[in-house]
């Protein structure tokens, strides 16, 4: 029998890449607190697990309750996670005397770029997303002026602009593809000067597809993620629309598993916010065990 895990699982790049940059922050033993700026992720263990090696959550607006932990009036570090911040909030970070790490996930940084060169540049900015979404907001207060959030093509009947005037379009990086092109074919056939930079990541794309893929050759499938968590019940439903023997486990003590003799192939998938020694425990288990 064989054991799969899915070609894309788990956290994202950007994801990953904050892990790292945190664990890199606790490995230096500093004295002085480490925060991050909200919740890392959307995984309560991980959270309370950061928090036992001394990773406070900060939540947005309470940083000047951190207390000040030197004479120069530094409150220690603060790590901004994947999602980024507005300019403004960096900066007042800074002044309020946090040393900052920069998790901003890099695709996420480009769009604050371009948005910031663009609007600079005399554009109007239109950013398709949620404007309520931690991203959203970041990307917002990097443009030189207040830009026009769109989540659905009946806003884009209100865009304030002329028609004659410069767009720059940008999306949310988790926005849907299908969705997006929608509203820009949309917003184009309306006779605005626009140019896109399509900023959408592939991340959640890609982990689905590959889900689809080895549930499709798999006798078993196992998806982990959190019972809350939209990106890890979308590929229970991948997975179990081609594989009828398909589990969707938290941990591995949700497991009971009984492979008859005939299962040749498991595959295993995990949501965005399932850490790597989860994935790995499950993979041993099934592994070992049968
Ligand atoms: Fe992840 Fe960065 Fe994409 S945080 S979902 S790799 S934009």
Redesign the pocket.
């Given at each position: 029998m064989k054991v799969e895990l899915a070609k894309s699982a788990g956290f994202?790049?950007?994801?990953n890449r904050a892990m790292e940059l945190v664990e890199k922050q606790i490995a230096l033993g500093k004295s002085e607190p480490i925060y991050t700026y909200g919740p890392l992720i959307h995984n309560e263990e991980v959270v309370a697990s950061l928090e036992k090696k001394g990773v406070h959550v900060c939540e947005s607006n309470a940083e000047d309750k951190c207390p000040i932990v030197n004479e120069n009036g530094g409150r220690g570090t603060m790590i901004l996670r994947?999602h980024g911040v507005s300019a403004n909030t960096e900066k007042h970070l800074k002044n309020l005397g946090f040393d900052i790490v920069d998790a901003t996930?890099p695709?996420?940084k480009r769009i604050h770029k371009t948005v910031n060169e663009e609007s600079k540049a005399g554009k109007h900015i239109i950013i398709v997303g949620n404007a309520k979404h931690p991203e959203v907001e970041g990307i917002i207060g990097w443009c030189n002026e207040p830009p026009f959030v769109i989540e659905n093509i009946d806003e884009a009947d209100r865009i304030p602009y002329a028609k004659d005037e410069k767009v720059c379009i940008v999306s949310q990086?988790?926005f849907n593809s299908k969705k997006f092109k929608e509203i820009v074919d949309y917003i184009t056939k309306k006779g605005y000067d626009i140019n896109v930079v399509n900023t959408i990541?592939n991340?959640?794309e890609e982990r689905q597809q590959a889900a689809g893929e080895l549930a499709e050759a798999a006798d078993c499938m196992i998806v982990i993620g959190g019972t809350h968590s939209s990106n890890s019940r979308k590929l229970y439903e991948i997975c179990a629309q081609r594989c009828e023997n398909t589990h969707f486990i938290q941990t591995l003590d949700d497991l009971h598993l009984e492979l008859p003799k005939s299962v040749r192939l498991v595959g295993i998938t995990a949501g965005?916010s399932t850490p790597n020694n989860i994935i790995e425990e499950v993979q041993n288990y099934v592994r070992n065990e049968f």
């Open positions: 994202c790049f950007g994801v994947s996930c695709f996420v990086t988790t990541c991340a959640t965005a």
